[in-house]
């Protein structure tokens, strides 16, 4: 199971970090990311973290701003997300996969978290 955390109300320009915690099976899945669904908008994703290579990748447009990374002490994945825009207003949801290809790909994504809202205004 994944369960997010983290989420809440910002200023433009400000920051959140958001926090995936996994149970032990589902960490062990190789790929955990981090995607959001915006109001009006499909779920896209933004970032991706491959656990035993700690490879990440990121959507064009989080670049720079956020930062995925890992505690395997604790299982958790983080989203540091930095300059925050009234754009980035979301609910963010973590999920996992095992190889995920392409990374973006939803559908590749087999378990998910219940989502955190984070607004910007």
């Known amino acids: 199971q994944l369960v997010e955390s983290g989420g809440g109300s910002v200023q433009p320009g400000g920051s959140l970090r958001l926090s995936c915690a996994a149970g032990?099976?589902?960490?062990?899945?190789?790929?955990m990311g981090w995607f959001r669904q915006r109001p009006g908008k499909d779920r896209e994703a933004l970032a991706v973290?491959?656990?035993?290579?700690?490879?990440?990748t990121y959507a064009d447009s989080v670049k720079g701003r956020f930062t995925i990374s890992r505690d395997n002490a604790k299982n958790t994945v983080y989203l540091q997300m930095n300059s925050l825009k009234s754009e980035d207003t979301a609910l963010y949801y973590c999920?996992?996969?095992?190889?995920?290809?392409?990374?973006?790909?939803?559908?590749?994504?087999?378990?998910w978290g219940q989502g955190t809202q984070v607004t910007v205004s």
């Open positions: 032990r099976y589902t960490y062990k899945r190789n790929c």
């Open positions: 999920a996992c996969a095992a190889d995920p290809s392409p990374w973006w790909l939803l559908a590749q994504y087999n378990y």
């Open positions: 973290l491959w656990i035993g290579g700690a490879t990440t």
